[in-house]
């Protein structure tokens, strides 16, 4: 180990609570959640600091918790990291009666960072014990009360295009990924569109969206715009020359959204246990981890992976078990239409079926 390495992992076990030798490495209580043991590893290999918590937290909110940056880990004959520029747009977050609470800023060349007020005219570069709120909540909470439709997009800057034509429209910090089941709270009532980016993590980011708002929005489309380039989004759109009487016409030729996602478990165990556990994992895996040397539920805040102490994971399984009742009526409505042969629409795509219509009349879906 380097003098400088070793001058730089002393300041950092200065900052840990509880650090103790243990064996060839050293151990301490993580700072990126509420940890009641010593779950985080800490050792030097080839003149980097390694960090690595047992219950699961990336090494990157470890170090936003204790306020240092990456090259915190490296020797000082790393070469230095790139200098930030300046910045172009700050995005206030506020809570619903417009008090400030934390602000995105964005930097060019284009990067980004989160922020909070210090309460003595200062900043302070991390959201270390702040609520997390959808950007524009003022405007969202009217919405709600007034019956229009809020429009769910990836970044502050897309929120601001769709405004520019008049609607309105919310995001969360951080973008595709990065959604919180507290966001969903927000939008109860709602009339909600989500539109994503054109590619592979913008479609995940809305469905994870929507599976989120189920239950709580009064109804939820995700309307992939058209003509976007790749990587393309609504700003592009509007930009391009998209309308908001264009982006009306196409909502209203979107079903609403329902979840038909595919078990992909073993039909052995689709009605088991484990056939659950695997639907609870797909919904809800990226804000979920089991801590096994806690015995117990973890779930992501946006900052730190917290003691599941207010009952989450159960509301989320009750969410996975009323899924279930959707996949069954799915399930029997396209025996019924391979059975049947006339058009029907389940929510999500014109099939054909004799008498699905008339079935699918007695339960309110559209028919051709």
Same mark, same amino acid.
């Given at each position: *180990? =380097?003098?400088?390495?070793? $001058?730089?992992?002393?300041?950092?076990? !200065?900052?840990?609570?509880?650090?103790?030798?243990?064996?060839?490495?050293?151990?301490?209580?993580?700072?990126?959640?509420?940890?009641?043991?010593?779950?985080? !590893?800490?050792?030097?290999?080839?003149?980097?600091?390694?960090?690595?918590?047992?219950?699961?937290?990336?090494?990157?909110?470890?170090?936003? +918790?204790?306020?240092?940056?990456? !090259?915190?880990?490296?020797?000082?004959?790393? &070469?230095?990291?790139?200098?930030?520029?300046?910045?172009?747009?700050? %995005?206030?977050?506020?809570?619903?009666?417009?008090?400030?609470?934390?602000?995105?800023?964005?930097?060019? &060349?284009?990067?980004?960072?989160?922020?909070? &007020?210090?309460?003595?005219?200062?900043?302070? #570069?991390?959201?270390?014990?702040?609520?997390?709120?959808? %950007?524009?909540? &003022?405007?969202?909470?009217?919405?709600?009360?007034?019956?229009?439709?809020?429009?769910?997009?990836?970044?502050?800057?897309?929120?601001?295009?769709?405004?520019?034509?008049?609607?309105?429209?919310?995001?969360? @910090?951080?973008?595709?990924?990065?959604?919180?089941?507290?966001?969903?709270?927000?939008?109860?009532?709602?009339?909600?569109?989500?539109?994503?980016?054109?590619?592979?993590?913008?479609?995940?980011? +809305?469905?994870?969206? $929507?599976?989120?708002?189920?239950?709580?929005?009064?109804?939820?489309?995700?309307?992939?715009?058209?003509?976007?380039?790749?990587?393309?989004?609504?700003?592009? #759109?509007?930009? $391009?020359?998209?309308?908001?009487?264009?982006?009306?016409?196409?909502?209203?030729?979107?079903?609403?959204?329902?979840?038909?996602?595919?078990?992909?478990?073993?039909?052995?165990?689709?009605?088991?246990?484990?056939?659950? +556990?695997?639907?609870?994992? @797909?919904?809800?895996?990226?804000?979920?981890? %089991?801590?096994?040397? /806690?015995?117990? #539920?973890?779930?992501?805040?946006?900052?730190?992976? =917290?003691?599941?102490?207010?009952? /989450?994971?159960?509301?989320?399984?009750?969410?996975?078990? *009323?899924?279930? %009742?959707?996949?069954?009526?799915?399930?029997?409505? !396209?025996?019924?239409?391979?059975?049947?042969?006339?058009?029907?629409?389940?929510?999500? *795509? #014109?099939?054909?079926?004799?008498?699905?219509?008339?079935? +699918? @009349?007695?339960?309110?879906?559209?028919?051709?």
């Amino acid at each position: *180990m =380097t003098d400088s390495t070793n $001058a730089k992992l002393e300041a950092l076990l !200065s900052k840990l609570e509880g650090a103790h030798i243990s064996g060839d490495a050293y151990k301490a209580k993580c700072p990126a959640h509420d940890d009641l043991q010593a779950s985080l !590893s800490i050792c030097e290999r080839d003149g980097k600091i390694l960090l690595y918590c047992h219950a699961g937290c990336e090494t990157k909110d470890i170090l936003q +918790a204790l306020g240092l940056p990456m !090259s915190a880990l490296f020797m000082d004959s790393k &070469p230095a990291p790139k200098k930030r520029g300046k910045i172009v747009a700050r %995005y206030p977050y506020t809570d619903a009666s417009g008090k400030l609470l934390y602000e995105v800023c964005r930097f060019e &060349p284009k990067d980004f960072r989160q922020c909070r &007020p210090d309460g003595q005219g200062g900043l302070v #570069w991390n959201l270390t014990g702040i609520q997390r709120v959808l %950007y524009r909540l &003022p405007a969202i909470t009217q919405a709600i009360a007034e019956g229009m439709t809020i429009f769910i997009v990836e970044g502050e800057k897309d929120v601001h295009s769709l405004e520019s034509i008049g609607l309105v429209a919310t995001s969360n @910090a951080g973008g595709a990924g990065k959604w919180l089941e507290s966001y969903s709270d927000a939008l109860k009532g709602g009339k909600v569109v989500i539109l994503p980016d054109n590619d592979e993590p913008g479609k995940k980011h +809305a469905e994870q969206v $929507a599976r989120s708002l189920q239950g709580k929005a009064e109804s939820v489309r995700i309307v992939n715009l058209p003509n976007l380039p790749a990587k393309g989004d609504v700003s592009d #759109w509007v930009k $391009a020359g998209g309308t908001a009487e264009e982006l009306t016409r196409l909502v209203d030729q979107v079903p609403e959204w329902t979840d038909q996602a595919e078990d992909r478990s073993d039909p052995r165990e689709h009605h088991t246990d484990l056939g659950n +556990a695997k639907r609870l994992v @797909a919904r809800f895996g990226d804000i979920l981890r %089991y801590c096994f040397l /806690e015995k117990g #539920w973890r779930v992501w805040n946006g900052t730190l992976w =917290t003691r599941d102490e207010s009952g /989450e994971v159960s509301r989320l399984a009750k969410k996975t078990v *009323m899924g279930i %009742y959707t996949e069954a009526l799915a399930e029997n409505l !396209s025996r019924e239409q391979r059975a049947d042969g006339r058009d029907c629409h389940d929510g999500t *795509m #014109w099939k054909s079926g004799e008498n699905a219509c008339g079935n +699918a @009349a007695q339960r309110g879906i559209t028919t051709s």
